[in-house]
């Protein structure tokens, strides 16, 4: 590959995913008809590498929508009655929050700071969603199991957790029974082109979609569930993705095993932005800080942007009110050990 993209999405796609695109071409997987006995066996396949891959508990349902925007929507128009928690720190919490508004009677908006613990104590009891963005891309914090599992107490048991888990599912070894809803794009740790996302939901986010009863939009949630029980989609879907997926994860070693190369791998990045001056990261607490995204301050981003682009390697801008000082740098399964060695050399050589 020419460039390597360190990018928190789209970023840098597995490299296999040249040959698998060359045999979806040669077995005809990118013209397959969507109702066809070979799509509903593939989505079958897919599903199933899924739960095996990503410990996904056997009562809850997987589907395939086409983004992490898509699911915002889906949770506002199916599973929310009047008004749902929205508890954000970031870019991408805020936009979910501002996404929704536009679709149901009320928002409660519960913004925090970046260097704070997501605020268990402010759970409104009247709303029917809790919302949270378990690492916000924009800023790279993180929500812990911890802090998900005190969410779950504090909250009245009719109330669905969902969570935006676009850059941590496939990187982070997540125990999803701690929340209703989780989806992600495919764009982010699962190391694939963008235009696919995956929803994970609970027994209870099933109910809460059949009470409600939505059937107004062509992604209501029961038609969604409809389909997928049949194997099958409520749109032509991005075959070509799900296949992709399928082969890709077929690879894996399984979540855990990815876990534990992501948590040596921020170690070693940790050590080596502790010995350079010039970086600092922008999430002070170590315990908020993401796995997967790496956000850091430093005098002139540009520069070290122009620096990696030199070199083949791409790296992220800031988002947003950190866009002047910081930059962002992905670190996600499908990069490998040795273009981290590489892009580090290099902001070695001219950072120190
Ligand atoms: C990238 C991202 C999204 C948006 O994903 P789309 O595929 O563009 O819908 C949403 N939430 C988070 C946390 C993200 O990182």
């Keep these: 590959m020419r460039v390597i993209s360190f990018y928190p999405g789209p970023s840098r796609v597995y490299s296999k995913v040249t040959e698998y695109i060359y045999e979806a071409y040669m077995d005809g997987i990118m013209s397959i008809n969507h109702r066809s006995q070979d799509f509903m066996k593939l989505y079958a396949d897919t599903r199933s590498v899924l739960v095996e891959k990503l410990d996904v508990p056997e009562d809850y349902q997987v589907v395939f929508v086409s983004a992490a925007t898509e699911c915002w929507e889906i949770i506002a128009q199916s599973l929310t009655r009047e008004s749902s928690q929205h508890f954000h720190n970031g870019a991408f919490g805020k936009k979910w929050a501002e996404y929704t508004d ?29 919302c949270v963005t378990q690492c ?19 909250r009245n048991t009719d109330q669905l957790i969902a969570v935006d888990a676009t850059s941590s ?16 794009s495919v764009q982010k740790c699962f190391g694939l082109p963008a235009g696919m996302a995956i929803m994970i939901l609970s027994p209870d986010a099933v109910r809460r979609a059949e009470v409600l009863a939505d059937k107004k939009h062509y992604n209501s949630l029961l038609w969604i569930l409809e389909n997928a029980s049949k194997n099958q989609s409520h749109h032509t879907p991005n075959v070509l ?64 942007k122009k620096k990696a682009r030199n070199a083949d390697f791409v790296i ?6 950190w866009r002047e000082d910081t930059i962002r740098i992905a670190n ?12 580090s050399k290099l902001l070695r050589k001219y950072f120190n």
């Design 169 to 184: 599912l496939g990187g982070v070894d997540i125990n999803l029974r701690l929340a209703d809803v989780w989806f992600a």
């Design 241 to 304: 993705d799900i296949y992709l997926l399928y082969r890709t994860q077929l690879k894996s070693k399984g979540i855990a095993k990815t876990d534990h190369k992501l948590t040596e791998r921020l170690k070693y990045w940790d050590q080596f932005f502790e010995d350079l001056d010039y970086f600092e990261w922008l999430v002070e607490n170590p315990a908020l800080r993401s796995k997967t995204v790496m956000a850091l301050k430093c005098p002139e981003p540009e520069k070290v």
């Design 332 to 343: 996600f399964p499908a990069i490998k050990g040795k273009e981290i060695e590489g892009l």
């Design 316 to 321: 992220g801008n800031g988002y947003g009110p």
């Design 102 to 130: 536009k679709l149901t009677s009320q928002v409660v908006s519960t913004p925090f700071d970046l260097n704070e613990a997501l605020p268990v104590t402010a759970v409104d009891l009247t709303a029917d969603v809790l």
């Design 136 to 154: 916000e891309t924009s800023n790279g914090t993180y929500v812990s199991e911890a802090t998900l599992k005190q969410l779950g107490d504090a």
